[in-house]
């Protein structure tokens, strides 16, 4: 099943089989099967429109929003298969950071990160409240920047500091899988470096995917990458061993900078 | 330092011309400009010195005189006594129930045109609402007739009014839903989606209170626009010397009132103030209503 571009993963925490998935005729995902581990950052890189965000957004099925997306395949999380569960159950089991910032503006900083409670209509205690907002925003950096501002309304941030209340906001529901899709891409670099480290800081907790399409970010942070090109997983290898010797001839041009 | 721009006198002829042309371009435009406002302005203008005198503590909460009590206060050179209660009433129990069917009604429609953008039956939602726009509203009066006025409350009612009213209603915040949802982000939607909020969720607690002014701002534009509507008024809720509250009763309304001062020469005096009134409550909702479209940017 697996060809021999691929390392082998022991308990992986999301395990993909014969994953495809098509706009209506275009196959934009070709038959892709990978395994993830465990508290770690894995990277999905590859030039536009190879199919690295749509690889990502299968996993927590947000296809299934789009009538004329179809995904086929297995996903499993954690040895379930999460294809066979409904999809609402699927997604509080992964947190999703989206490309732009995108905190609910009618809501408070305070609101924003329980949003998933909220939402749900999960009623908590006063004192849970406090203490799911205090731990999340402290786990992305943010509690000591926003402790006296908790009420106002989350647009008023900077926009590196939305992202990480949106990172906050994912991380509120103690997901077993946090999928980023391009987090820093709308970032200038001071936010993109808070966020980086923070991401490196997190995996200690939490299992990490990000598409990225920053090859130096993928160097940096990742310890696993996977390579992507015109919707078929290329390469997928650890992070030092793909960025010094790749496999693919496919991969050495685009770490080399022949496209991209 | 002075910079040679036009050392040829031939660059410089065309210049004045051409300066020229744009002062005179740009007089026209702003004449144009004043003539499109001048109406409104000579409207107001003449509503206020004609209708001041009857504006009053009276006006506002007495109702309607008889024709007889008009007459004997013109031939004496006084104040002709009573107001418009009736119709404040009338207009406000009408639009109230009016908005009570057409805001659900609309915004739930609005969000289906929203969701289901290709659709055939969205197509044909849409194109529907802008024929109802279209129809003449003594059409409508004529719809809410018969269905209301014949079969529910078999005789003049508010309700066949307000049920005229809310059909003028419909299209205008079906649509302003519509493009305001469209305005949001797909992935604040996306965002509550990804936290396995149900779909229905999203649409009640993110994306309505997200649009939630640019909602208001149709509905307060729907309601100024009905506000003044007569013809539908005529056939439906007929008019009312008293002040009524039962939906199932023949009621006044601001708009029938001056149609009714209009017909009775004793009366006409009072279509100035009534005009007024009007005019003032129109204005304050297209206000109000811009001022929530602002604050939404």
Not at chain 1, 15 to 36: E, H, I, T
Not at chain 1, 84 to 104: A, D, E, S, T, Y
Request: charged share 20%; hydrophobic share 45%.
């Amino acid at each position: 099943m697996m060809n021999e571009n691929t390392i082998q993963i022991n308990n992986p925490v999301l395990s993909v089989r014969n994953l495809s998935v098509a706009y209506d005729q275009n196959v934009a995902v070709k038959n892709v099967s990978v395994d993830f581990k465990k508290n770690a950052i894995t990277a999905i890189m590859g030039p536009s429109g190879c199919g690295k965000s749509t690889l990502l957004r299968a996993f927590n099925r947000m296809h299934e929003l789009y009538e004329n997306i179809h995904t086929t395949g297995e996903i499993i999380l954690n040895g379930t298969d999460i294809m066979k569960l409904p999809p609402i159950r699927v997604r509080r089991h992964m947190g999703m950071v989206f490309q732009r910032p995108n905190p609910f503006p009618t809501m408070s900083i305070y609101d924003n990160v329980i949003a998933g409670y909220k939402l749900n209509g999960i009623r908590l205690k006063h004192s849970e409240k406090d203490e799911i907002v205090e731990r999340s925003l402290t786990d992305v950096a943010l509690w000591d920047e926003v402790k006296d501002a908790l009420f106002k309304k989350g647009t008023f941030l900077s926009g590196g500091q939305q992202q990480r209340l949106c990172i906050a906001r994912a991380l509120a529901f103690n997901p077993e899988v946090i999928l980023l899709d391009e987090p820093t891409s709308a970032l200038d670099p001071i936010a993109t470096a808070k966020i980086e480290e923070l991401l490196v800081e997190l995996k200690k907790q939490y299992s990490i995917i990000m598409v990225t399409h920053n090859m130096s970010q993928a160097a940096r942070i990742s310890d696993f990458s996977l390579f992507m090109y015109l919707g078929e997983m290329v390469e997928y290898d650890k992070t030092k061993v793909m960025f010094t010797t790749p496999k693919d001839k496919r991969t050495e041009a685009y770490l080399t900078g022949k496209f991209g | 330092m002075s910079m040679e721009i036009a050392s040829n006198s031939h660059y410089r002829d065309h210049s004045t011309a051409r300066m020229t042309k744009d002062k005179l371009f740009l007089g026209i435009v702003i004449g144009l400009a004043i003539l499109t406002i001048s109406p409104i302005v000579l409207i107001i203008y003449k509503l206020i010195v004609k209708g001041i005198k009857q504006i009053s503590f009276s006006f506002i909460f007495e109702t309607t005189p008889n024709t007889y009590e008009a007459m004997t206060a013109l031939a004496s050179g006084e104040r002709i006594p009573g107001g418009i209660l009736n119709g404040i009433t009338g207009t406000l129990l009408m639009v109230v129930m009016a908005a009570l069917i057409a805001i659900p009604v609309g915004i739930v429609t609005g969000v289906y045109l929203y969701e289901n953008q290709k659709k055939k039956l969205a197509a044909i939602v849409r194109n529907t609402a802008d024929i109802i726009q279209g129809t003449p509203s003594i059409v409508l009066g004529l719809i809410a007739y018969i269905w209301v006025v014949k079969h529910i409350t078999m005789g003049f009612s508010a309700l066949a009014g307000s049920v005229s009213l809310s059909i003028m209603m419909l299209p205008m915040i079906v649509r302003s839903t519509e493009e305001t949802l469209k305005m949001i982000p797909n992935t604040l939607k996306e965002a509550a989606l990804a936290m396995g909020v149900p779909y229905y969720k999203v649409i009640i607690r993110v994306l309505i209170p997200t649009g939630f002014s640019g909602l208001l701002t149709g509905i307060l534009l729907s309601v100024s626009r009905v506000i003044g509507e007569t013809a539908p008024l005529m056939l439906t809720a007929l008019g009312s010397t008293m002040v009524n509250w039962d939906l199932s009763k023949p009621t006044s309304a601001i708009p029938l009132l001056v149609w009714e001062f209009y017909n009775d020469p004793n009366m006409v005096d009072l279509i100035w103030s009534t005009s007024l009134l009007l005019m003032g409550i129109v204005l304050l909702f297209n206000l109000l209503s811009r001022q929530f479209a602002k604050s939404r940017k």
